[in-house]
């Protein structure tokens, strides 16, 4: 008995390589391209973001001591190397994502590591929390979407 193509659950037209059966198999994923392509945009957040974390690690009597205020240099520039990241990923593997909406995105992304890194930084012996650190986080995060949106 043929299908009835009014009570399909997979429409042909939402997977590429769905068929009137069913939806795709695992093996029918992604094209290989595709893949390398969300790594190639994505690695160098998760890098950045295992840099912050690691960074945020080291114990308060082990950060050597460079100029003044470079606790909040440091996070405003890390911040906003990852915003600039984060950007950059978000639009090129969503390229329908108006530029309004990357800046959103990435001053929430950034506000929400930054107070998770405050989170696990009050784990960490000697440091501790503080809202100006998520604070310039933020600002961080801001300028950097500024500069993605700027710089292409």
Same mark, same amino acid.
């Given at each position: 008995? %043929?299908?009835? %193509?009014?009570?399909?659950?997979?429409?042909?037209?939402?997977?590429?390589?769905?068929s009137a059966d069913g939806p795709p198999k695992l093996s029918e994923g992604? %094209?290989?391209?595709?893949?390398?392509?969300?790594?190639?945009?994505?690695?160098?957040? #998760?890098?950045?973001?295992?840099?912050?974390?690691?960074?945020?690690? &080291?114990?308060?009597?082990?950060?050597?001591?460079?100029?003044?205020?470079?606790?909040?240099? #440091?996070?405003?520039?890390?911040?906003?190397?990852?915003?600039?990241?984060?950007?950059?990923?978000?639009?090129?593997?969503?390229?329908?994502?108006?530029?309004?909406?990357?800046? &959103? #995105?990435?001053?929430?992304?950034?506000?929400?590591?930054g107070l998770s890194d405050e989170f696990h930084q009050s784990f960490v012996?000697?440091?501790?929390?503080?809202g100006f650190d998520v604070f310039m986080d933020g600002a961080g995060s801001?300028?950097?979407?500024?500069?993605?949106?700027?710089?292409?």
């Amino acid at each position: 008995m %043929p299908a009835n %193509p009014k009570n399909k659950i997979w429409p042909p037209s939402t997977f590429a390589s769905a068929s009137a059966d069913g939806p795709p198999k695992l093996s029918e994923g992604r %094209p290989k391209h595709e893949v390398r392509r969300r790594i190639k945009f994505w690695f160098p957040v #998760f890098i950045c973001m295992g840099l912050i974390f690691f960074a945020s690690s &080291i114990r308060q009597e082990n950060i050597v001591f460079l100029f003044s205020f470079q606790d909040v240099v #440091f996070h405003t520039l890390a911040y906003l190397i990852l915003a600039v990241f984060f950007a950059r990923a978000l639009k090129n593997t969503n390229p329908n994502i108006a530029a309004l909406q990357i800046l &959103i #995105f990435t001053i929430v992304f950034g506000v929400a590591y930054g107070l998770s890194d405050e989170f696990h930084q009050s784990f960490v012996s000697g440091r501790s929390v503080s809202g100006f650190d998520v604070f310039m986080d933020g600002a961080g995060s801001v300028f950097g979407g500024l500069l993605y949106q700027w710089l292409r």
